[in-house]
């Protein structure tokens, strides 16, 4: 593949630059020519890398000679590629094509690019290819032309006052662009100035900046500002410099102190929310921070808590003021302790101030005090329609001012219905006329007015009295009863029929309602058949003098409208009376007095033993077997007389207005027959026989067995019966 001659070029071939001596050429390389061992061919040498240094300045400067063997020499053209030759960066190498001298053709700059690989080319003068290409590579030497650059031209570091030695602060850090590998690149870094010597140190290996020693004050020196510097070659090359501000943070290690201890100061009485004085204090601490902040305590002198001392955020002054009434009379002069200290706690080691206390001298001023009311509001009582004149109470006030001879006097400032007086010299208030019940100024029974008292003092002062007047109530209107009406009749399962009775009075409680009910006692026989019971039930809100209660008979299973129903038939059947002899049962269909006692007997128990015999009740073809006989039945004996009185004949009520008397003479005419069951007797409603000839009345709540009944008739009895008329009557 080549000649047998050959150049034998160690690895460690250097091309010898010139460095500017005149004359010398670059060394020869025979990258093609093989070499022979042992009788063996071995492979073409490898051109080891050519270096140069960076910022060669004598240019074109020669680097290498190649050459082949292959031609004669003119007969062989040579050429190289690669960057820095026809890739960018171009023309920075060249080669004579026809000797192969590779020349360096501008400065080169490490750290833009430290190493080029080309490609060369051994063609004959035709073109063509004498041998294989062939790397080429060209390493650029680093010089220390770059000087370290710190990361930022003003480090910045806290550190607490007092801090103990060996804190660290901050630290500061540099680069250098030169190779690492090399001493360009190696850094130190060091303190040129720090104001105070030996008070911080810097690490010159990695740049950690600590304090030194004890004494850092931040009352004394705030701020420290340090020089800082960084060299390369260990510190023996190039330099950059930078600098380091270090701030003391502050410790609460100076007590607040009084600028004077003995402070004297003057205070109004009978005012508060007012400011009587300031204390000045002194504190070397960081303004608006904890450890400069005071925070006043009134240590003695002020038992009653008549003294505050707020912090003036801006000057950091005690502010005295008064949050109770003073009063020169019972006190014309306070001494108080006052001492301040920080918001946040003091340091252990820090000295105690010399004057953290102050005693304050508050002398009291006596003012015109306005006049008091012992008692405001003053509360008194008066009947209703009290009449003028009537005293209602001695309401007076006393003058704070004892020092002072003044003359106080009186007026109403209040009185909206003008229904009091008041005496100017004195303050007795009594009524100047009679205050309606009806006035929109009494609530809930009570009446309020305002009397001011005026001292003659100078300046003359005013002080305002709260009168507060109790209306008694006075039972002076008897309660009436309201008339019934037709929707007045009701029926309560526990309690029976009846009518509602309500009742009202115009008086307001306790005299009002409820209201006690009783039967008329002119009418005594009522209560044998009647009984009044207060019942519970649902209303609309109404007045509290309004009441109602229903009459009932003590029956608690009969048809709701059974008694009045029960009257209704029994008139109508009293002009129907049968023959005296006629059987006891048919009688009951009849009689007036029967058909009374159907609703409103209920037997008097297990130990009435005089009550009426129930077998009579029932259908007359049982009374064969029965022991008592037909006819007349057996006399009462609780009945006021002994034998059967005739009854009258009645005429039956043409207008409503005589239907009360009607029923009401009816009742007592049963009450008084012997012959007839008691009142208390218990009788039985559910049951009436087989085939009784007599009717029923239980029937009107039946949805069948009475379609035969007409009581349409009721109508012509007035309003309160036409309800019943609606009801089962023809529509």
Not at 30 to 59: F, M, Q
Not at 226 to 248: C, F, K, N, R
Not at 299 to 304: Q, R, S, V
Not at 407 to 413: A, E, G, N, Q, V
Request: proline residues 10%.
């Amino acid at each position: 593949c080549g000649s047998a001659d050959l150049v034998n070029l160690g690895c460690g071939q250097s091309l010898g630059l010139s460095q500017g001596v005149a004359g010398l050429q670059p060394s020869t390389l025979y990258p093609w020519r093989p070499a022979s061992a042992l009788g063996r061919v071995r492979r073409a040498w490898v051109i080891p890398p050519i270096s140069v240094s960076e910022n060669h300045k004598r240019l074109p400067y020669p680097l290498v000679q190649i050459k082949s063997d292959k031609q004669q020499l003119g007969s062989v053209i040579y050429s190289i590629q690669g960057p820095g030759v026809d890739e960018e960066p171009r023309g920075i190498f060249s080669i004579d094509k026809f000797t192969g001298r590779v020349f360096l053709n501008a400065m080169l700059d490490r750290e833009e690019t430290d190493r080029f690989r080309l490609r060369a080319f051994a063609l004959d003068l035709g073109g063509s290819t004498l041998e294989d290409p062939t790397d080429l590579e060209i390493l650029v030497v680093d010089q220390n032309d770059n000087r370290p650059v710190f990361l930022q031209e003003a480090f910045t570091g806290h550190v607490l006052e007092g801090a103990a030695p060996g804190t660290y602060v901050t630290r500061a850090e540099a680069t250098d662009a030169d190779d690492p590998d090399t001493d360009n690149a190696v850094l130190r870094y060091s303190i040129l100035e720090q104001g105070s010597p030996g008070l911080f140190s810097i690490d010159e290996h990695t740049g950690e900046i600590r304090t030194v020693q004890v004494g850092l004050d931040r009352e004394v020196v705030a701020v420290y500002n340090l020089t800082l510097q960084v060299a390369d070659m260990s510190g023996e090359g190039l330099t950059a410099t930078a600098s380091a501000i270090i701030s003391l943070d502050d410790v609460n290690d100076n007590a607040p102190e009084f600028t004077r201890d003995q402070l004297s100061m003057e205070a109004a009485e009978a005012i508060t929310g007012v400011d009587v004085g300031r204390l000045e204090v002194e504190d070397r601490d960081l303004p608006g921070s904890p450890n400069w902040v005071a925070r006043f305590t009134i240590l003695e002198g002020d038992p009653e808590g008549q003294f505050t001392i707020r912090t003036d955020p801006q000057t950091n002054e005690g502010v005295l003021s008064v949050v109770k009434p003073l009063d020169h009379e019972s006190r014309e002069r306070y001494e108080l302790m006052v001492t301040v200290q920080n918001e946040a706690p003091l340091q252990a080691a820090a000295p105690r101030a010399q004057r953290g206390q102050a005693r304050v001298s508050v002398r009291v001023q006596d003012t015109n005090e306005a006049p008091v009311f012992p008692e405001s509001p003053l509360r008194t009582s008066l009947a209703e329609g009290a009449p003028p004149g009537t005293p209602v109470a001695l309401f007076s006030a006393r003058d704070p001012d004892t020092q002072q001879l003044q003359r106080i006097s009186y007026s109403k400032d209040y009185d909206p219905e003008d229904w009091l007086q008041v005496d100017r010299a004195t303050g007795k208030v009594q009524t100047q006329r009679v205050l309606s019940p009806a006035s929109p100024f009494l609530k809930d029974g009570w009446y309020r007015a305002i009397v001011l008292a005026l001292d003659d003092g100078s300046p003359p002062s005013t002080g305002t009295g709260t009168l507060s007047i109790e209306i008694v109530e006075v039972n002076d209107h008897a309660p009436v009863l309201a008339p019934p009406s037709p929707s007045s009749l009701c029926s309560e399962p526990d309690q029976g029929p009846g009518l509602l009775l309500g009742a009202t009075d115009e008086d307001l409680p306790p005299h009002g309602a409820p209201f006690l009910f009783q039967l008329s006692p002119r009418f005594p026989e009522l209560s044998r058949n009647w009984s009044l019971s207060q019942i519970r039930m649902w209303a609309p809100p109404r007045p509290p003098s309004v009441d109602f209660h229903t009459p009932t008979q003590p029956r608690r299973h009969h048809p709701p409208l059974a008694p009045v129903l029960v009257l209704l038939a029994a008139l109508r059947s009293r002009f129907q009376q049968p023959p005296r002899d006629k059987g006891l049962l048919r009688g009951l269909q009849d009689d007036l007095r029967d058909n009374i006692l159907n609703y409103d007997e209920q037997g008097g128990g297990e130990e009435d033993q005089d009550a009426y015999d129930i077998n009579q009740l029932r259908h007359p073809t049982e009374l064969p077997g029965l022991s008592l006989p037909l006819g007349r039945p057996p006399l009462r004996r609780d009945a006021p007389f002994g034998h059967v009185p005739r009854q009258p004949h009645r005429v039956l009520p043409t207008s409503p207005a005589d239907m009360a008397s009607f029923i009401s003479d009816g009742l007592e005419a049963a009450d008084t027959d012997p012959s007839v069951p008691p009142y208390d007797t218990a009788l039985i409603y559910d049951y009436e026989g087989d085939g009784s000839v007599a009717g029923t009345l239980s029937s009107i709540l039946s949805s069948h067995g009475d379609e035969d009944q007409d009581y349409d008739y009721l109508r012509d009895w007035g309003p309160r019966f036409a309800r019943l008329a609606d009801m089962y009557g023809h529509p």
